[in-house]
C-alpha cells in the first residue's frame, strides 16, 4: 500500500486525494513528482529568526533585520552581543575631554561670578547657568565611566551631555553631533536594551 507523501498517511492504490490531508496524490508512474523534485513547504508563520547583532526577532523569510539592519540572521538568538567599537572609543574621548571642560568651566564661572552678584532677575539667571556649567561638568566623566560599564543610564547621560555642548561652537559642536549621531544608531541602542 502507498503512503501520502504530504503527511504519511495509508492510502489506498486508486485514491487521488489523501484521506488524511486532502492533497492530491499523483500516481507513483507519474515522474514529475518526485521527493527531489518536490517544492518545499512554507514554514509555518510563527517560526522566527533572530538577528545575530542586535537579539531581536527577524520574520522568517527576511534577508536582514528590520531593526539594526544588519544580514547576520539565525535561527537562534545571540547568546551574547559583541560591545560596538565606538564605545570604547567614544567613552575615552570623553573621559579626556573633561579637562577641557573643567578649563572652560573655570573661564565661565569666573565671568558668571562677575554678573551673578547683581540685583534681580539678571542675578538669579546667571546663578541658574552658573548650575548648569556645573552639571556639565560633572556630568560628563560620569556619563563616560557609564558608557564604558555598558549602562544604558551612561548612554542617555552622554546624549543629555552631548545636546549642551552643541552650543559650544565649532568643537564642541562637532562633538555633540558626534554623539548624538552614534549612540542613536539601532545596533548601539540594542547594545544598551
Not at 579626556?96 to 542675578?123: C, D, H, K, R
Not at 548650575?131 to 547621560?157: D, K, M, P, T
Amino acid at each position: 500500500m502507498p503512503f501520502c507523501p504530504h503527511c504519511g498517511a495509508q492510502v489506498s492504490d486508486s485514491d487521488t486525494f489523501c484521506r488524511s490531508c486532502g492533497r492530491p496524490i499523483l500516481p507513483a508512474n507519474n515522474k514529475a513528482y518526485t521527493s527531489t523534485q518536490q517544492n518545499p513547504q512554507p514554514p509555518p508563520s510563527n517560526q522566527m529568526n533572530f538577528c545575530q547583532d542586535c537579539g531581536k526577532p527577524v520574520p522568517y523569510g527576511m534577508s536582514y533585520c528590520p531593526n539594526c539592519g544588519s544580514v547576520k540572521i539565525g535561527p537562534f538568538p545571540p547568546y551574547s552581543m559583541s560591545r560596538p567599537k565606538g564605545i570604547i572609543v567614544l567613552g575615552i574621548m570623553q573621559i579626556l575631554f573633561t579637562p577641557l571642560y573643567l578649563l572652560a568651566g573655570f573661564v565661565i564661572e569666573g565671568q558668571l561670578l562677575l554678573y551673578s552678584n547683581q540685583p534681580g532677575i539678571i542675578g538669579i539667571m546667571f546663578d541658574l547657568l552658573q548650575l548648569v556649567v556645573y552639571f556639565a561638568l560633572g556630568s560628563s566623566i560620569i556619563a563616560a565611566f557609564g558608557v564604558l560599564a555598558e549602562r544604558n543610564w551612561g548612554r542617555i547621560l552622554m546624549m543629555i551631555d552631548a545636546i549642551l555642548i552643541l552650543f559650544a561652537f565649532p568643537i564642541g559642536t562637532i562633538w555633540g553631533i558626534i554623539i548624538l549621531w552614534y549612540f542613536t544608531r539601532p545596533r548601539v541602542k540594542a547594545f544598551f536594551v
